[in-house]
């Protein structure tokens, strides 16, 4: 197949477009307003509610929710990648985690008081099937380009999805801010409304990569034992992986850091929430501002690291969290906290693009197990949502208060810079490093 074919990377970037709807209106914005109002509306405003008979305060609940939905899906991707590269059906995977993570959130549209139990565990599905589709979506990058568009392109799927999912946005911010309009007089429907716009919104515009990217019916020959050869072919990615001089130093300073990083994106806006009691419509305005500057903080980290290596430009942007962190525990303020809104904006996209580029620098050229290489990566991600978000939840649990959370998430922030430093500072490419500085 040839590579950097326009159309083909149109249609990839457009998955982005079509998926990133989940991680701002469900994730960031609207979802967890709602999921505060109602569990506090569940606990006769005390904020403890009964799980399955289990009591606990409801953004503790949020946040292990979280880390049981990312645990679930480390356990499951490698499995589904690694019998998606030896049969050679990677698409079909997409697909069923894409449709599952879909459908969850028309789901949620029966979240009311009364079904906090079964939207949670919906609200966990919708999460299983967002991450599991995504790593099939990643392990296309080194498929359809060529290393020297991986940070461009990967910039570009980043920015079309904070464009894509700030148009939905606007669209629910709408309805929850002018209900009338639409001739909406119960306060709670705007909200579950919009999180059946997301479900029909991903399903639609993921048509268009469906139709294009390669459906990778190139897979080994089938056998009986397929399910066991899936875990063969997981063992031979793993003994690859281990002779990769640099991409063990790359994947354990991206675990740290992005336990940190990740946990952030799930947590802000209850904190905003419960903690600084900021009103809904500025919390989601908040998330709203934090995907337009997200676009432009893509492209900056990409052109950084055309400038001065991957490595430097990820140092510089863990930095910059670490000041994030170092700030919000002193947050008392909306406006402040508008301020450090604007400096994670500009940071999460970019971090996260520029990750993702650099691995694909770092994986075996033109391997036939790219699905399963991006599964340890995916895998290495979701792991590190789980301890990130339990750590968050139980520092939480224990002292009483968030703040201390966050004073946590500083600390993990500094070991991902130092280890980050002892990755060599040159532009990264595969096998090793460019041998003159950029």
Request: charged share 10%.
């Amino acid at each position: 197949m040839q590579k950097n074919n326009p159309k083909i990377i149109n249609a990839w970037c457009m998955y982005d477009w079509a998926n990133s709807v989940h991680a701002l209106v469900i994730v960031s914005s609207i979802f967890p307003v709602y999921f505060s109002a109602a569990a506090l509306n569940a606990s006769a405003g005390t904020g403890i509610v009964n799980f399955f008979g289990l009591s606990v305060k409801s953004s503790v609940l949020f946040s292990y929710t979280v880390s049981a939905s990312f645990l679930l899906t480390a356990l499951l991707i490698p499995l589904c990648t690694a019998i998606a590269d030896f049969t050679g059906h990677k698409k079909r995977f997409m697909k069923f985690f894409c449709y599952l993570g879909a459908v969850s959130c028309m789901l949620l549209f029966f979240f009311t008081k009364d079904t906090l139990n079964f939207s949670v565990i919906i609200f966990a599905l919708s999460l299983i099937g967002w991450s599991g589709s995504i790593v099939f979506y990643d392990s296309y990058l080194p498929e359809i380009a060529t290393e020297d568009n991986f940070d461009r392109y990967s910039a570009r799927g980043f920015s079309m999805g904070y464009l894509g999912s700030v148009l939905l946005l606007l669209f629910n911010l709408s309805m929850v801010l002018f209900p009338s309009i639409y001739g909406i007089t119960d306060k709670a429907m705007p909200a579950r409304i919009s999180f059946f716009t997301v479900g029909v919104w991903w399903i639609l515009f993921a048509q268009i990569p469906f139709r294009y990217l390669p459906s990778g019916h190139h897979g080994k020959k089938q056998v009986k034992n397929w399910i066991f050869n899936g875990f063969t072919e997981l063992g031979k990615v793993y003994n690859e992986l281990r002779e990769q001089p640099y991409l063990a130093k790359f994947l354990g300073a991206f675990f740290v850091y992005t336990m940190g990083l990740r946990t952030v994106m799930y947590v802000a806006t209850i904190f905003g929430a419960n903690e600084l009691k900021l009103p809904s419509q500025s919390l989601i305005i908040t998330v709203l501002l934090i995907q337009l500057v997200g676009i432009a903080g893509s492209y900056l980290f990409a052109w950084l690291s055309s400038q001065i290596g991957n490595i430097y430009a990820l140092m510089i942007g863990v930095a910059i969290w670490i000041g994030i962190c170092s700030g919000a525990y002193y947050t008392t303020e909306a406006m402040e906290f508008y301020l450090i809104a604007c400096a994670v904006g500009m940071v999460m996209g970019g971090i996260q693009s520029l990750s993702r580029a650099t691995y694909s620098k770092l994986i075996p050229e033109n391997t036939s197990e790219s699905a399963s290489f991006f599964s340890f990566y995916d895998v290495t991600e979701k792991l590190a949502i789980v301890i990130g978000t339990f750590i968050y939840g139980t520092v939480e649990q224990v002292t009483g208060s968030m703040r201390n959370s966050i004073l946590a998430l500083l600390i993990i922030f500094v070991i991902g810079l130092i280890l980050l430093s002892r990755i060599p500072s040159q532009k990264v490419y595969r096998y090793g490093l460019e041998t003159k500085t950029n």
